[in-house]
């Protein structure tokens, strides 16, 4: 057995991150090569996080020594046996990765339109950039310059030689350490990263320094309600709420929200969930407002309103695809 490793994994118990609550209902579990990872709901602030977790030194040993290797070897958290989707990425494939690249653009380009002033001589940091495929095509899209932070060396060799991504740093704990001085950004992007870090709140306290002064963060997660990505290297799972409070806990005001309605909001009869539905985003920065942090919500409520909107999704999902496929059928005959 190694530290790091599944085969052993040193947990500890937490609070909750957001509001400092010992107070919380159990919400789930996931299991991996064996081990369970257990989640609750803070009955005070509503945010999802797991607990008890693994520790900040197993995360280092396991993203440094272990977590390349159950991917290389196409060894899924939820089953040894099962294929990874995105397998290519990580065989240094560039098709693999355009295609990895044109669904993310799909989603955040039109986001980014709406909300932001990023174009022609702007700036755009991607904090864990990976490859680089992302902040290529957004360069592409919008005429920016894009800087990146990425952990993995070969995905930051990549970025660099293939995407033409600046390198500002490798871990995202290094912004902590970074000089603003002539690195000042008009749009800071967290796109499927934000869950996946230990200790947030210094991270966006100090992207704050980075920012321009109309410049904006872009936070892009998995929505409790329509997503609940629960996985070993997610600690937290975020709501338009609880990210948006995070955000302004750390001094950013919030832009604007931009999520799907829950069961409860969205009518009936209303369109197909696109793949955007599964996350929320929410833009904050210097010129937003503040958003007050939830109190006592009813934990009880709050998991009843999930399963109910994952329901909705799923079924509205399957309605889309029997229709796709019924246009398939016509199509053929």
């Known amino acids: 057995m190694t530290f790091g490793s599944f085969d052993e994994i040193a947990f500890e118990q937490v609070t909750c991150m957001l509001c400092g609550s010992r107070d919380c209902a159990p919400a789930g579990t996931v299991e991996s090569h064996g081990a369970k990872f257990s989640y609750v709901l803070c009955r005070q602030c509503g945010l999802k996080y797991m607990n008890p977790r693994p520790t900040a030194a197993w995360y280092a040993a396991h993203y440094g020594e272990h977590f390349w290797e159950y991917k290389q070897a196409n ?19 560039k098709s693999g990765r355009q295609r990895h690249q044109s669904k993310r653009i799909a ?18 940091l991607d904090i864990g950039c990976a490859y680089g495929a992302i902040g290529a095509g957004l360069r592409e899209a919008f005429g920016c310059e894009v800087w990146g932070v990425e952990p993995n060396a070969t995905a930051r060799q990549v970025a660099q030689e293939e995407n033409g991504i600046q390198i500002l740093a490798n871990e995202a704990e290094d912004i902590l350490s970074l000089d603003p001085a002539g690195k000042r950004f008009d749009v800071i992007l967290m796109s499927n990263v934000l869950e996946n870090i230990l200790d947030p709140l210094p991270i966006l306290a100090a992207c704050r320094a980075l920012l321009s002064d109309d410049g904006m963060m872009c936070v892009h997660t998995p929505d409790f309600f329509f997503y609940d990505a629960m996985n070993p290297y997610h600690p937290y799972i975020y709501s338009a709420d609880t990210l948006s409070a995070l955000l302004s806990k750390a001094g950013h005001g919030i832009v604007a929200r931009d999520c799907a309605p829950t069961a409860s909001e969205r009518n009936s009869g209303g369109p197909p969930p696109s793949r955007a539905d599964r996350f929320v ?26 399963a109910k909107s994952l329901a909705l999704q799923e079924a509205l999902v399957q309605m889309r695809n029997r229709g796709v496929r019924g246009m398939v059928r016509r199509l053929l005959k």
Not at 75 to 93: C, G
Not at 107 to 124: A, W
Not at 284 to 300: E, I, R, Y
């Open 75 to 93: 060894r899924s958290w939820r089953d040894s046996d099962r294929q990874w989707r995105v397998q290519d990425l990580f065989k240094r494939d």
């Open 107 to 124: 989603i955040l380009e039109p986001l980014l339109r709406r909300h932001s002033k990023l174009g022609r001589g702007r700036k755009l």
């Open 281 to 306: 985003t929410v833009f904050a920065g210097p010129k937003g407002d503040p958003f007050d942090m939830p109190n006592n919500v009813d934990a009880a409520k709050m998991a009843q309103e999930q």
